[in-house]
């Protein structure tokens, strides 16, 4: 009966793993790749691996993954072991109903998980600045601190809360196949409870204990979803890191790192493998020799390495002591700065350098769009001390009172800034907000793969190159370029004329037209040559013509949208003295200068602004091409086809709202 | 001495009475108000506009779940026929692609999938393209395989088909052999015994590599997003653009997470109707 597969059930097993490995030595291949691109290799190098050590983003977020994944796996075997226990010597009716509640977090969704923590801890946090408030009012001995948010801490809890379920699977069963006189028997010889635990009923279950600890860790190291609504702004783990990446391009040196994780686990699993493959053997050969000498069987019975696995643990333990005071030391009273911004949107040395020159600690997490970022923010998911949105989204937050007026004393180089940027109609009296960049929104194409250049929104809609287009996958853009080719005013309230543009877009996606709807995985897709057709924003063209320079840039004759994003700091943000001190070394010059050279936005510092040609020739020696510059930075005659978004009143809002979710389906 | 031993678990109970059963009655509280906090039903009035979100979602888990047990049930059967050592080390094989992040792995396969991705390029290179062209006379330079439902489904049967195998795996390599001996010795044939003693016995694993493929496979919305390309919303990507995305709207998306979570639960119910009664998940 054993041992009766066919080559051709081997062939299928081995087709199974074939399809389960192949795109990870895709990736690990490519962690070797001299270029940066996912598809093409360029030749064997280790450069990504030497930058991974360099980069603090990513960095930390495999320490905070670590960290997070092994406290939490250590609290919960503790936990899921002792529950399991109590679960097994409880009554059959109480236990089932235990155990039912035990499930929830395996047969939820995890996506109902997250979101269902997330509410929780935001309305405990309510709660308790209410509670702490009233007890610091009432005596004066101790203050309690009012203001709690999402972090570490809630991100371990959350953790915790879904590992123990997998501890409590792999013991129970374990349990139960123990024959129940034994504990019995145990305390009949004397032992109290206690030893009987010890002696008796832990190395009975010690293997599901263990498996229960690995599944735990994997999982906890592996999980996204739940880590994504829980973590809040101050920590991200390694998976919310690649999240935020997997839109734009994601860096080899995340593939380095993969695989130093990858390769570690596989020798540590070969390792222990070996080990046991070692022993069967000894044991066989023992069972062969009944008649060895005394001291040839002791020989065999003594198992090797049995120390191995203990020093494994004390190391392992040893090494999360020091983890955690290390953590614990670091930031005990560190000042520290939570920045919320776009993905690639910073040149990330001025990171280093500013952390450098100041001693504050920056926390850096992106956002995908205007509006997720306002969800985050309403939602008390994202609590940050500077954030980067664009006009018509600060407009928005100021009528909803969410910013906190600036101390211009504090920002001396918003002198610096251009006046054509200062009292823009979002911030009539700038009060509240330092200009970051500002560009325009345009249609990007690949030369090769369209007939005639460009110059008209009707691409975005038409037949012509049906399945090559992409859309941007947020309403008030989306909506922008129907507006803009219909000819309405892109800031309208008329109910009719946003029906039109929904309309046209939506027959547009019924007919095939959008290859998908992408915000910065557009990276991708045109320098892949992926699609013919995108629009997105000029800067984010020039960093892809870098890598294709088949593409090519157009501001629309209908007109287009352009955009200033400005630095701003929420109400009440804790670390406001550390917010306005980023604001101003980012508006300086130099950060401008490095910031443009970087991602290619225009920068309204007046001075870099003017400077960037002679910049440019410095730093590569070769001119920088005029037409390069005016997509980056337009001059007067582009700007005025082009116009500003303005703050739109709440129902009009919501209709956008209702009518992007309605062109989802 | 049974009393004492269950109070081991009353840390855990309050534990999970915070933190499990807490956080969802949250979301039944905001499923049923309004934004300013009073009572209402409005939020379910939508969820009728969703209906063909929720039949998709739950069309693609199916057909992900069906794959995965089509292609996990052989293989955990074959890989227990194999000797001790070879399942050891198949076991291992099975876990480790968890290590690597799932979104990376999900990446890897969009830079496989795409229109000037790895596979069409081979597909370029061996001359199958041209060939399907002369064949059916069309004119194309790619198959189109990003950015479809095809895609999507991949993805999930990827990325959770280890979550078939073990639990399926486990409950099969501890059958009981002197069972199928005796059905051999009863006269039952090979198919017999797969059938009437086999399948039975291992139904438990089953059912519980069912659950755990369906249920991330309906919620997901990383994957949809990654290879789908946003065009066909699935449901996890709805209730993730209530809470976090474009469109905020929480008490709608804790409305949809209600609605979906009690469908899931019916399910697993009427499901594990046909499991032996108290069975639980396996995992290992």
Known sequence: MKRNNTVLNRLFTVLVFVFLYAPILLLIIFSFNAGSSNTVWKGFSLGWYRELFNDRIIMRSVYTTLLVSLLATVIATFAGTFAAIGFYAMRRRKRHILTTVNNIPMMNAEIVTGVAMCLFFVAFFALWSDFAAWVNGIQTFFELPTRLTLGFGTLLIAHITFNIPYVILSVSPKLRQMDKNLVDAAMDLGCTWMQAFWKVILPEIKPGIISGALTAFTMSIDDFIISYFTAGSSSSTLAMTIYGMTKKRVTPEINAISTILFGTVLLLLVITNIREIRQEKLEQRRQKLPTASPAEAAQYARRPNSRLPKILAVGAAAALILCTTVVASRNAGKPVVNICSWGEYIDESLIDQFEAETGITVNYQTAESNEALYSLLKSGAGDYDVIVPSDYMISQLIEEGMLEELDYGNIPNFDLISDRFKNLPYDPDNRYTVPYTWGTVGIIYNTTMVEEPITSWEVMFSDEYAGNVLMFRNSRDAMACALFYLGYDVNTTDEGELRDAFDLLKDAKNRGVYQSFVMDEIYGKLEGGNAAIGAYYAGDYLSMLENNPDLAFVVPEEGSNWFVDAMCVLKDAPHKEEAEAWINFIAGTGPNLANMDYIWYASPNEEALESYPAYYEECYEEELEPEIFEIMAPSQETLDRCELYLSLPAEIRTLYNDLWTELGI | ?284
């Open chain 2, 1 to 284: 001495m049974k009393n004492k031993l269950s109070h081991l678990a009353t840390p855990y109970v309050i534990w999970m009475a915070l933190f499990v059963v807490a956080p969802i009655i949250m979301v039944v509280i905001y499923a049923f108000s309004a934004a300013d906090g009073g009572f209402t039903l409005a939020n379910f009035s939508k969820i009728g506009t969703y209906a063909v979100v929720f039949s998709r979602s739950f069309k693609l888990a199916l057909i992900a779940t069906v794959i995965c047990l089509l292609i996990g049930y052989p293989v955990s059967y074959m890989m227990s026929k194999e000797g001790p050592r070879f399942q050891r080390i198949a076991m291992v094989l099975i876990m480790l692609p968890m290590w690597m992040n799932f979104l990376l792995r999900t990446y890897s396969w969009m830079s496989i999938l795409e229109n000037n991705g790895l596979l069409n390029q081979l597909f370029q290179k061996i001359g199958l393209i041209s060939l399907y062209n002369s064949i059916f006379g069309t004119n194309i330079e790619y198959f189109r395989m990003i950015n479809t439902s095809g895609a999507v489904v991949l993805g999930m049967v990827y990325n959770y088909l280890p979550f078939m195998i073990l639990p399926i795996y486990s409950v099969i390599v501890k059958l009981d052999h002197s069972l199928i001996e005796a059905a051999r010795d009863l006269g039952a044939n090979n198919v017999n015994v797969f059938r009437r003693v086999i399948l039975p016995l291992s139904l438990p694993g089953v059912l519980s590599g069912i659950t755990m493929v369906f249920v991330p496979s309906v919620s997901t919305f990383a994957i949809s997003k990654m290879l789908g390309g946003g065009t066909e919303m699935l449901l996890g990507d709805l209730i993730e653009q209530q809470f976090l995305g474009g469109a905020y709207n929480p008490q709608v998306g804790a409305a949809i997470s209600l609605v979906m979570m009690v469908i899931v639960v019916i399910c697993m119910v009427v499901m594990n109707r046909f499991g032996e009664g108290e069975e639980q998940a396996v995992m290992l």
